[in-house]
Each structure stands twice: as C-alpha cells, then as structure tokens.
C-alpha cells in the first residue's frame, strides 16, 4: 500500500492539485449530476443530454486543472474565482439573512421605499415610516412563536 502512495505523490508533483475553484467544480458537477437523475424520468430527453454533458464538462475541467502542471494559470483563475466569489457572497448573504430573521417581517414604505422591520405579531396593524411619516397598514399571516419560554434568552 505504501508503494502506491509513493507513486502517487511522484506523479502529482509539480501538478497543480486541489483548490477552491475545484471543490466548486465537482460540486457543480454533483448538482447537475442530481439534476440528470432526476430528469431521465421526464420525457424531454434534450435537458438530460445536456444537463449530462454540462456535468461531463465540469469534470473534464475539474480533474484537468487538478492534474495540469502550469500552476501560474490555475493560481491567477484561482484568484479570479475568489475575487468574484468576494463580490458574491456578502450580496447573497443580506439575502438570506431576512429567511434566518424569523421574529421580524420586512416590509418598504409605499411612499420612500425604506425597508422597515416590523415584529411579527399576527394581524392587521398601522404603521408608521420613520423616514417619511407616512402610516400604512402591514398584514402579518403568521406570528413568531419561540421554541422555548426561557427568560434567559438561550
């Protein structure tokens, strides 16, 4: 066994290996190699041929940049993948930070557009904009139960 791990490190040295833009590849890959399985069943045989070779593609790109041995190359597109994924991420994160806020609801003011938050208590209720002054009425569904009643807040 040990013979085979010395082969393998000779073969992979000066090869660029594994980095952040690989793991998103074959994690790409694996969510369009879901998305095959699932659309076999359906009878539009042009999405499965294209979702499989979408998901070849990103495999053949994955395992060349892994084995490719010009690492300056891969380090610049890692770089570049790490500078958009910068970008990206904080957009994408004020996105779901509204589903993880379960005690408040979201609400922008008719009049400025300023995004208020409102707690979440059921019924129908006048509010008034801080910035503007205008009073609306906000409809709240369903209302925020904690799972526990803890006076510590835990």
Known sequence: MNGFREKLMRFMYGRYGFDQLGRFLFGLAFVFWILCFFVRFLP????????????????????????????????????????????????????TEKLKDREHIYKNCPNCKAKLRLAR???????????????????????????????YNY
């Open 44 to 95: 539009w045989q042009f999405l499965y041929a294209m979702f499989s070779g979408i998901n070849t593609a990103l495999y053949i790109v994955a395992f060349y940049r892994i084995l490719s041995k010009n690492t300056y190359k891969r380090t610049l597109e890692n770089e570049k993948y790490l500078q958009i994924k910068a970008r990206v991420l904080p957009f994408l994160s004020k996105k």
């Open 121 to 151: 208590v059921k019924g129908k209720h006048t509010t008034k904009c801080p910035r503007c002054g205008t009073k609306f009425n906000v409809r709240v569904w369903i209302e925020f139960k904690p799972k526990y009643n803890n006076p």
